[in-house]
């Protein structure tokens, strides 16, 4: 079974730009969740889908940030305009309908390093 | 609000000894989930052990143990018989089950030396 997987790895932008991150969750798994490690801080939650609904998005920073998880399938997160305070790494992680054996158990997948210029 | 505190930032042991990382949190809750994961260097982060409140029993997976003081609000990992591929980043998180996001601690970087 394949686990989580993002896309890209890396990514160098520069202040102004505009950067989208891809997460594809396990195969069958209701829930997705956005978080964020900014350098030397805590890992912070930013978003949970059910789904293709949003479940709880109290995390967000502000408005620069857009996910989407269009047909309940893979998401996308979208920082525009990017600022300096964005750079961290972003982990996305899913988790079985809730309910389920194990739905209380998030998969991670590596994380997508961002860096900000 | 909840909070999650783990007050070791680096820690090292030797291989084949055994070493404990601390993990403290704070909630009102009575029913949550606590949860140890691990991000070894460069690699995704993994699930070692989770823990559910309302049981007594610690949990336990092979070499990876649990304190679970609920009283105390305490939740240390004891790893026994240390090996070099446990050098990892180990983070301490809580989960209350009806809000599902996991609340994470600062994480703790351990060192196995051989």
């Known amino acids: 079974e394949a686990g989580v997987t993002q896309f890209p790895s890396h990514s160098v932008i520069e202040k102004g730009q505009t950067v989208t991150l891809r997460c594809d969750p396990i195969?069958?798994?209701?829930?997705l969740y956005w978080y964020r490690r900014v350098m030397g801080k805590e890992i912070k939650f930013l978003l949970h889908?059910?789904?293709?609904?949003?479940?709880?998005e109290s995390g967000m920073p502000n408005n620069r940030f857009l996910a989407e998880r269009t047909g309940g399938t893979y998401s996308t997160l979208k920082v525009q305009p990017a600022e300096l305070e964005d750079s961290g790494v972003y982990f996305c992680?899913?988790?079985?309908?809730?309910?389920?054996?194990?739905?209380?158990?998030?998969?991670f997948g590596p994380g997508t390093r961002l860096t900000v210029l | 609000a909840q909070t999650v505190t783990q007050s070791q930032p680096e820690m090292s042991v030797q291989e084949a000894e055994t070493v404990t990382l601390s993990c403290t949190y704070d909630?009102?809750?009575?029913?949550?989930?606590l949860f140890w994961y691990k991000q070894p260097p460069s690699r995704q982060m993994i699930l070692v052990i989770r823990?559910?409140?309302?049981?007594?029993q610690n949990a336990t997976e092979n070499r990876f143990s649990v304190n679970f003081q609920k009283a105390a609000k305490s939740f240390s990992l004891k790893i026994s018989d240390s090996q070099l591929g446990d050098t990892a980043m180990y983070f301490c998180?809580?989960?209350?089950?009806?809000?599902?996001?996991?609340?994470f601690g600062q994480g703790t970087t351990l060192q196995v030396k051989p």
């Open positions: 823990q559910e409140a309302y049981k007594q």
């Open positions: 909630t009102s809750e009575n029913n949550y989930y």
């Open positions: 889908f059910v789904k293709e609904s949003k479940q709880d």
């Open positions: 992680a899913s988790s079985p309908h809730t309910g389920t054996s194990g739905s209380h158990t998030q998969y």
């Open positions: 998180a809580f989960m209350k089950p009806s809000r599902s996001k996991l609340i």
């Open positions: 195969s069958g798994h209701d829930n």
